[in-house]
Nanobody
Framework: QVQLVESGGGLVQAGGSLRLSCVVS????????MAWFRQAPGKGREFVAAISLGGGFTDYADSVKGRFTATRDNAKNTVYLQMNSLKFEDTGDYYC????????????????WGQGTQVTVSS
């Protein structure tokens, strides 16, 4: 069974930075494309970023492009989301997700999910 555990959320002022981490259990982490999603209060879950199996390809939502960077360390079974120039509208619960093979933007494409970590950006 694959388990994902996020960390790194918190309260930050607008313009600040946070780095989220997601540790994945299991010995086949390099077989999974990884993604980050977020859910603002009262809204649906939306795609933020995705990263390919080896980390060579990434994809970002337009709203975070140029501010957020997804990376992964396959030796540590960990995926990261570096968030810079944070805005109030980045507030929400952030989830990492995993799926076999290619990265996707759809929530329904992902098989495994973490419990989420809360990010609050004060304006």
């Amino acid at each position: 069974q694959v388990q994902l555990v996020e960390s790194g959320g918190g309260l930050v002022q607008a313009g600040g930075s946070l780095r989220l981490s997601c540790v994945v259990s299991g010995r086949t982490f390099s077989s999974y494309a990884m993604a980050w999603f977020r859910q603002a209060p009262g809204k649906g879950r939306e795609f933020v970023a995705a990263i390919s199996l080896g980390g060579g390809f990434t994809d970002y939502a337009d709203s975070v492009k140029g501010r957020f960077t997804a990376t992964r360390d396959n030796a540590k079974n960990t995926v990261y989301l570096q968030m810079n120039s944070l805005k109030f509208e980045d507030t929400g619960d952030y989830y990492c997700a995993a799926r076999r093979t290619v990265m996707q933007r759809s929530t329904s494409a992902y098989d495994y999910w973490g419990q989420g970590t809360q990010v609050t950006v004060s304006s």
